[in-house]
DNA sequence: TTTATTTATTAAACTAGTTTAATGTTTTGA
DNA sequence: TCAAAACATTAAACTAGTTTAATAAATAAA
């Protein structure tokens, strides 16, 4: 387990790539986050309850799912470390989550609560506009997303991720990267043969 | 052509909608807005362009959409009265858009420049909340099409769009109902028909 | 009002991706 | 370290959705 200190360094940073925070603000609000240990296999969130929190990985692998009505999950993203993690939609509007997060990995995180995280809105200004940033820029991520779901074959997609995200590559299952993708991972395994065959 | 008073009780509707925000400085935010006219087939923004702009729609409808390297159009999504429309990633990052906006309608907008919504993030503090909560609430949104998009067949999602976008359905061909669907104008046929006959 | 253009429908051949199931491989856990 | 479970691969039959093309219907333009 790393020590507090040393995590927070990360999510300083990570403040840092948004906006131009004081250091007694970045201070302050750090202060708010408290750290937990998830190991592997293990939930953050399951469906049906109502997300408490808004997370910074600082450690491991999360994946963010929705299971449908027929029993087949789809991956809406993947957080390692220096990721935010939460169901947005459970978190504001203090409804029944329709979401899991689970640890791939044995993970850390640093957690905020939603009662801080008002108190951080009201008291530190800047917090305001960190979370406006960063949620614009989620959302242009997942517009793009969108539109190569729409217009590209699976075969692109799953190029385009393997050139994305070559560290996530590694630490993934193909069933997980499928469910990411939209596809089986019997299409998949194809996909790939097809892809080896060529080089 | 409605009067720029009477289309400014829009926008205060909506604002009200997200956030509670005083008298004054409603008065003030929507001061900076101005009114244009998009006549039918015109556009509001081209590919390539820099997104100069934060509009909110009082009349008409609006597409915005993206064009793959093959020719074919994705519907990002539609904005119909007391929507928002812009090119989020290009109005912040100032860099050239990959979008279309384009008046499918006769239609009216009040916009905002960069600068004066800059203005209005500095000086008036409840805007950048504002903006947060609906950014918050667009990728909500978008979350759940896109799992949808993951999970559900064509025919669903076509079922799906009608039962939610009633008044939209009227308004649109066939052909922008699949770009936003992601399937061809033939197939949506095919589920229409396949749907009447079940009836 | 007539003509040109866009849109919707249908059919038929095709392709991308699924389903089921069998087999081997890797990982996990007691 | 051994057995059980999870994962990856392959094949074969299948289905959802595309493509092309022809025809009819609706809209727009002159």
Redesign the pocket.
Known sequence: MTCILQMTVLLKQNIAKHISLSANETQQFCALFEQKLIP??SFLLREGEICKFEGFVTKGLFRVYHIDK?G?EQILYFAIENWWITDIDSFTAETPSQLFIEALEDSEVLLISKKDKEFAYANLPQIEKLFRVMTQKTHVALQRRMIDNLS????S?YIEFTEKYPQLLQR?????I?AYL????????????KIAVKK
């Not at 590209?152 to 075969?155: D, M, N």
């Not at 993934?172 to 997980?176: D, E, H, R």
């Not at 939209?182 to 043969?193: A, D, E």
């Open positions: 592997k296999k027929n087949f590209k074959t699976a075969e997609r993934l299952s193909n069933i997980q499928g939209g596809i089986t991972n019997v299409f998949l395994s194809n996909i790939r043969k």
